[in-house]
Structure formats: C-alpha cells, structure tokens
T-cell receptor, first 115, second 113 residues
Framework: DAGVIQSPRHEVTEMGQEVTLRCKPISGHNSLFWYRQTMMRGLELLIYFNNNVPIDDSGMPEDRFSAKMPNASFSTLKIQPSEPRDSAVYFC?????????????FGSGTRLTVV | SQKIEQNSEALNIQEGKTATLTCNYTNYSPAYLQWYRQDPGRGPVFLLLIRENEKEKRKERLKVTFDTTLKQSLFHITASQPADSATYLCALLEYGAGNMLTFGGGTRLMVKP
C-alpha cells in the first residue's frame, strides 16, 4: 500500500482564493481525519469521518472551511475564501476503527501558505 | 479545561544515553495513549500504544509507562542514537470519543554523537 496520499504537497495562494486539499486514505481504513499543524497550536483535529460520514467537525475553525468524503477512497478539505492565518501544514490520517490500537497512518501533509 | 502537556523545550542528550520524554494530561479519562515520531516535513508515525490497564509496554529500544494515578506517561529510548533525533508526540483516546485522538504539542529530541 502506498500509504495515505495527500496532494498537493505545497500550495501558495493569495488571500481570498479558494484552496482545495485532497486525501486518499489507505484502502480498507474506515476512519479519516483532517488535522492542522502550526508551531503555536500543534496538531489540531479539524474533522473526523467514519464510514464516509462526518462524525465530529467541532474543530473546523469557521464556515470558510468545509470537508467532504464522497467515497471511501477520497476526501477533500476546502477553504473559501482563504486568509493568511490559514497558513499551516494540513495532514490527513486514516485508521481502521476496529483496530484503533494500531494507530493512525498520516500522509506527508500539505504546506499551505496564504499571502 | 482539558490539557495534554509535553515539554516544549528540546531535550538534548548524548548518544548511548537513555532519553525520557514526559506526557501529562488533565481532565481526561483515557482508554489508551499512543506515541508518535515526527520528522521535519513528514507526518507523524505511530510507534507504540499503551492501554489504561497496562503499566508498561516495550518495543525494541522503546519503553512506555502509563500511570493513571499521576496522569502521566513516560517514553524512554534506551541506547539513543543520532537517528532517534525527531519530535515525539503523545496522543490519547478518551472513552466515548469514538476513534478521535487528541495530541500533545510534542517534544523535540536531539541526540548528539
């Protein structure tokens, strides 16, 4: 398995533009997570899907952020409009809930810079 | 309020020594606690899990302890090597939280040759 695949690796965009981050989880995993990491706040959970259904989105900062998981092999995180304070590394992770003890598998992240 | 605290200052040790990292939590009832390693520019990688009813877990040069009375986990790397230099994150899963982990801020470990 190629692991959790995120794209793009780097994104630089201007304030006000729409940004879409993409994630392909590990085949067979039924939980998917989007995290944001900054020096100041560490790893913050944004949203958690189980079996493609959003379970907890309480970490989504505001209405500018939205996430979808149309099927078991794909998820997107969209920011519209983007702001400089959204600059961070965004990670996607997946796991098999029944095997929570195996830990999460993280992607390599998308480094977002909003100028 | 709920907190997971790791020492934000980097830990510098000499090669061959044992590194000990601390994870303290407040106002959580964890079912289990996990430790991850993160290298620069990469996502965290799962290392070990310890359940609330376990006192200690070992894997090769790694050892994790879990004291639910002290609300603390210790992560040890014995015979440390420069290749162990990375940031180490603890994360816990609370009862009733489904499959959602909450992460600490991480501690950077530097092992000098």
């Amino acid at each position: 398995d190629a692991g959790v695949i995120q794209s793009p690796r780097h994104e630089v965009t201007e304030m006000g533009q729409e940004v879409t981050l993409r994630c392909k989880p590990i085949s067979g995993h039924n939980s998917l997570f989007w995290y944001r990491q900054t020096m100041m706040r560490g790893l913050e959970l944004l949203i958690y899907f189980n079996n493609n259904v959003p379970i907890d989105d309480s970490g989504m900062p505001e209405d500018r952020f939205s996430a979808k998981m149309p099927n078991a092999s794909f998820s997107t995180l969209k920011i519209q409009p983007s702001e400089p304070r959204d600059s961070a590394v965004y990670f996607c992770a997946s796991s098999l809930e029944s095997q929570g003890g195996r830990g999460y598998t993280f992607g390599s992240g998308t480094r977002l810079t909003v100028v | 309020s709920q907190k997971i605290e790791q020492n934000s200052e980097a830990l510098n040790i000499q090669e061959g020594k044992t590194a000990t990292l601390t994870c303290n939590y407040t106002n959580y009832s964890p079912a289990y606690l996990q430790w991850y390693r993160q290298d620069p520019g990469r996502g965290p990688v799962f290392l070990l899990l310890i359940r609330e009813n376990e006192k200690e877990k070992r894997k090769e040069r790694l050892k994790v302890t879990f004291d639910t009375t002290l609300k603390q986990s210790l992560f040890h790397i014995t015979a440390s090597q420069p290749a162990d230099s990375a940031t180490y994150l603890c994360a816990l899963l609370e009862y009733g939280a489904g499959n959602m982990l909450t992460f600490g801020g991480g501690t950077r470990l530097m092992v000098k040759p």
